[in-house]
C-alpha cells in the first residue's frame, strides 16, 4: 500500500470516528452535527467551557455548499484529464512521459517511489472517476441555479470537512489503481451493475431535489405563511424522509461497484458517506416528527426505504 492510499484510508477513519462520537453526546450534536433547518439556536449550545461555547458558535452560510461542489469539479476534471489521456500514451512510456501524473507526484510527496506508480489506471477507475465528476458537476449546477438561497446556518468545522472530503475524494478514486498493478479479474456486469445504480440514483436523487427546492421558493414567496417548510411529498420521499440522502450513499456505492469492489480506498468513502448522511438523515427525521408531529407520515423511515 502506497502512503497516499494509507494517509487518504486514515483521512476517512478519522472522520467517520470523529462523526460517529459528535453524533452521542447532546451538546456536540447540536452544536456541529445539525445544520440548516435541524440546527438549533445559538444560545441553546450548552458546550462545557467557554472556548467551546465560542467554537460552537462559528457558522458559515449553508449556501456555501456551493463551495465544495466546486473544488470536487475542479480537482475532478484535473485528475481525469490527466489520468483519461493515460492509456493513449502508449506502452511502456511510464508515468514520465503522462501529461502530469498528479496522483504519483502527490505520493512521491510522502516518500512514495514514482516507480511503484508506473503501472497505467485502469478502464474502470477511470470510469469511476468520470461518473464522480458526473455527479458533482449536477450538484454544482443545483446548489448555483436551482438551490434557493437561505439564511441556514452550518458549524465552521462542517464546512472545512466538506472541502477536506472533497479534496481527498478525487485522489481516493485513482490511487488504488496505481497501487494494485495487478489486479483481480473483473466480473463482466460489474461495470454496468455500477452505471445502471448510478443511473437510478442521479435520476431519484434529482427528482427529490426539486421537490425541496420547489417547497422552499414556495415558502420564500410567501413571508406571510406561518411556517417556513412544508413537508415533502412525491418519490422517494413516499418512503423516507431523506431520500436525497440515500441517493447520495448509493451514488458512491455504485462508484465503488464500477470499479470491480476492488478498491479498498473507495470503499472507505462509501463507509464515511453512509456514516455522515446516516447522521445527518436521523437529526431531520427526528426534525420533521417534532416540527410537523402527528402531520408527519408515520410510516416513513428516516433514510433506508422499508429498513430504518
Avoid at 462520537?21 to 445539525?34: C, K, N
Avoid at 489503481?177 to 479479474?185: E, G, V
Avoid at 452505471?195 to 436523487?205: E, K, R, T
Wanted: glycine share 6%; proline share 7%; hydrophobic share 50%.
Amino acid at each position: 500500500m502506497s502512503a497516499l492510499a494509507l494517509l487518504l484510508r486514515l483521512l476517512y477513519a478519522a472522520l467517520t470516528a470523529v462523526a460517529a462520537a459528535f453524533a452521542l453526546a447532546p451538546w456536540t450534536r447540536e452544536a456541529f452535527v445539525r445544520y440548516g433547518k435541524t440546527r438549533p439556536p445559538q444560545t441553546r449550545h450548552p458546550a462545557p467551557a467557554a472556548a467551546l461555547r465560542w467554537f460552537a458558535s462559528r457558522t458559515v452560510p449553508k449556501n456555501w455548499f456551493s463551495h465544495f461542489y466546486y473544488v470536487g469539479a475542479g480537482l475532478g476534471a484535473l485528475l481525469l484529464s490527466d489520468v483519461g489521456r493515460w492509456p493513449w500514451i502508449g506502452p511502456g512510456s511510464g508515468t514520465h512521459s503522462a501529461p502530469w501524473g498528479l496522483v504519483p507526484r502527490l505520493a512521491a510527496l510522502l516518500g512514495d517511489q514514482r516507480e511503484a506508480f508506473a503501472s497505467t489506471p485502469s478502464a474502470h477507475a477511470i470510469l469511476a472517476l468520470a461518473m464522480y465528476n458526473a455527479h458533482v458537476l449536477v450538484r454544482l449546477k443545483e446548489s448555483v441555479f436551482d438551490q434557493p438561497a437561505t439564511d441556514a446556518k452550518m458549524h465552521i468545522g462542517q464546512y472545512a470537512v466538506g472541502l477536506l472530503f472533497y479534496t481527498a475524494t478525487p485522489l481516493a478514486l485513482v490511487v488504488d489503481a496505481y497501487d494494485s498493478p495487478r489486479p483481480r479479474p473483473l466480473l463482466a456486469w460489474m461495470a454496468p451493475a455500477g452505471m445502471a445504480v448510478f443511473a437510478y440514483a442521479s435520476l431519484h436523487q434529482w427528482r427529490c431535489h426539486r421537490i425541496l427546492f420547489g417547497l422552499r421558493r414556495r415558502s420564500l414567496s410567501a413571508p406571510r405563511q406561518t411556517g417556513l417548510y412544508a413537508i415533502p411529498s412525491g418519490d422517494l420521499f413516499t418512503q423516507v424522509s431523506s431520500p436525497h440522502f440515500f441517493c447520495e450513499i448509493l451514488l458512491y456505492a455504485s462508484i465503488w461497484i464500477a470499479t470491480g469492489c476492488q478498491s479498498t480506498s473507495v470503499l472507505w468513502v462509501v463507509l464515511w458517506t453512509a456514516v455522515n448522511l446516516g447522521i445527518t438523515a436521523r437529526e431531520t427525521h427526528r426534525w420533521y416528527r417534532e416540527t410537523f408531529g402527528d402531520a408527519y407520515p408515520r410510516s416513513r423511515r428516516a433514510l433506508i426505504p422499508f429498513v430504518w
